[in-house]
């Protein structure tokens, strides 16, 4: 639930300054004549495709719609000029087809995003990894943010398809259920590459369905990246794999992910077990500060989870600490003339995408201002979810 302020706090200029400037940058730096990319990005978008979520277009098109409230034309042309083809984009969420697709819809571009999305069940690659970044849970999830816009029983199919495979293609452990990565042995954690992502998944598969088995993937799923964490005092903390020395307080790998999977369960099912331990995760994301600004790995992550947190509790001082981590990420800006822009990945150019660019820590600036759902994140249920199955 969102929790209006009864005044505006003192950064609220400095973060829509920061928001329209990034804008201004970014239509002034896009370039409508190349093909391999639109706007300065990350160096993955010329070893991905020019549209993925992570690091092509979309990522930055949906920055754009949300600050200036549409789309612009030229930016829009661009994007539905673009071929799309199952060989150069694989079907995942933040990889490539499911991700372009649920963009397009986000943007006001549904039949659009339904043609491509399409392109999934076709895919070779679908069934290849298992996680929410380029994997079933990913484009899973999508099926279902397509099924609550349309109603249409065949993307509840697919969802259902999705469930039933990472069901049947689970580790299963003490601690849980995880997914082997066929580039990685041991099992990777967190929200974006390992079970809680999936977790997620699952959880909101069961509340569409109320099929118990779901519920109970999803719940194996969670209790196995809760294992996995790492005692500090008050605090857990997560590193990237089961085991592996270190920790890490992102979403793309680490605590802050694991968080945003536990408030929503917490949400979700309404048992203070999960709103305990997302508290002592939360602790790990309001660490003071980070050698990076940005969306995977980087302030604007902390400041996501944070921010879920206070859209969950209500407690003002998740807010306070979500607007911190923006007033650090403009630590990192670049002004220019045209606007203003961040570097990217190891800050040594300007990028303009999602993961590592200006477009997803504008997206976060964006959400605090306006406190909406987390985008990817939250799905809107039918109704009342059934209520939980008992655990076996």
């Given at each position: ?7 505006a ?6 973060f ?127 099926s ?67 099929e ?58 309404k ?28 302030l ?66 964006h ?6 759902p ?6 809107t ?12």
């Amino acid at each position: 639930m969102n929790h209006a302020l009864s005044a505006a706090p003192p950064e609220t200029e400095t973060f829509r300054d920061a928001i329209q400037g990034l804008a201004r940058h970014m239509l002034s730096s896009m370039d409508t004549s190349r093909a391999d990319r639109l706007f300065p990005a990350d160096a993955m978008v010329f070893q991905t495709n020019p549209l993925n979520l992570a690091h092509g277009a979309c990522g930055s098109a949906l920055f754009l719609h949300d600050a200036l409230g549409e789309l612009p034309q030229a930016v829009r042309e661009w994007l539905l000029a673009q071929p799309i083809d199952l060989a150069a984009y694989p079907p995942g969420l933040y990889s490539g087809v499911a991700g372009v697709a649920w963009s397009f819809a986000e943007m006001g571009l549904i039949e659009r995003g339904l043609e491509i999305f399409d392109l999934v069940p076709r895919s070779s690659m679908a069934f290849r990894a298992p996680d929410i970044f380029e994997g079933v849970a990913g484009w899973g999830l999508t099926s279902l943010a397509f099924h609550l816009r349309t109603r249409d029983e065949k993307f509840l199919g697919l969802a259902c398809r999705a469930g039933e495979h990472l069901l049947k293609s689970a580790e299963h452990a003490d601690a849980g259920l995880w997914w082997r990565s066929a580039n990685e042995p041991a099992a990777r954690l967190g929200f974006a590459l390992g079970a809680s992502g999936v977790a997620l998944f699952l959880l909101y598969l069961w509340r569409a369905t109320g099929e118990a088995r779901y519920l109970e993937g999803a719940r194996g799923a969670m209790d196995f990246d809760i294992a996995q964490g790492q005692e500090r005092g008050d605090t857990l903390l997560w590193g990237v794999t089961a085991g592996a020395l270190g920790h890490r307080p992102y979403w793309l790998r680490g605590g802050a992910g694991v968080t945003s999977a536990l408030i929503r369960f917490f949400q979700v099912l309404k048992e203070e077990r999960y709103l305990h331990l997302a508290h002592r995760a939360a602790r790990g994301c309001a660490a003071f500060f980070s050698a990076a600004p940005h969306l995977f790995e980087g302030l604007a992550s902390m400041g996501e989870s944070l921010l879920d947190m206070y859209q969950v509790t209500g407690e003002r001082r998740y807010l306070e600490l979500a607007r911190q981590k923006a007033n650090q990420t403009l630590l990192y800006r670049i002004d220019r003339l045209e606007g203003m822009a961040f570097p990217g990945r190891y800050l040594v150019r300007i990028s303009h995408d999602y993961g590592v660019g200006g477009a997803g820590i504008g997206l976060f600036l964006h959400r605090l201002e306006t406190l909406q759902p987390r985008r990817f994140h939250d799905l809107t249920p039918e109704g009342p979810p059934p209520p939980p199955a008992p655990r076996t």
